[in-house]
């Protein structure tokens, strides 16, 4: 399976601030990489897919870029509303793999 | 509007059955291929199955296959989950999920799971 490492584990910010996340595959994926956020008590949203498109809805703070091994998700300026943990996943072959997930938190 | 709503989750012995349900609305439920992602507690996400959308292809997880079953009933909008021999770390929220086309693409919409425990 291809396994999915993101990174840093917990990324501590404030309001604000530009957050940087990384996901790092253990092979290529190309571009077949989707980005997920989740709150506390809710269910995963889509963000991004197809490593750069932004999913219906999702403001333009939220940008994604990569291709082959190596991934971003960059929030431009941190929302009150943007602290959650944020998973990257991949669909390179039908088993798909999520990442171990970012944790973003306020500083 | 797309809602998912799963049911079927319980407290359940090692070795023992369930079967969990997603009733889908909001969308023509036959165009699409369905997902079964679990979370276990305090954990990240695992993808357990996937079901295209006329219901011919199936894929599990490692972890499940041959033990659990995806299925489909597109006369009444539900995606099904048959969950046999279950062990303790299959506990976790399961949550069903809509993909962006017939099979494999990506999970859009998810609904608000359903909490399974596996324990004596």
Known sequence: ?107 | QVQLVESGGGVVQPGRSLRLSCAASGFTFSNYGMHWVRQAPGKGLEWVAIISFEGTNRYYADSVMGRFTISRDNSKNTLYLQMNSLRADDTAVYYCAKDTTRFLEWLSSWGQGTLVTVSS
Request: proline share 6%.
């Open chain 1, 1 to 107: 399976d291809i396994v999915l490492t993101q990174s840093p584990a917990i990324l501590s910010l404030s309001p604000g601030e530009r957050a940087t996340l990384s996901c790092r595959a253990s092979q290529s994926v190309s571009s077949y990489l989707a980005w997920y956020q989740q709150k506390p008590g809710q269910a995963p949203r889509l963000l991004i897919s197809d490593a750069s498109n932004r999913a219906t809805g999702i403001p333009a703070r939220f940008s994604g870029s990569g291709s082959g091994t190596d991934f971003s998700l960059t929030i431009s300026s941190l929302e009150p509303e943007d602290f959650a943990v944020y998973y990257c996943q991949q669909r390179s072959n039908w088993r798909l793999t999520f990442g171990g997930g970012t944790k973003v938190e306020i500083k």
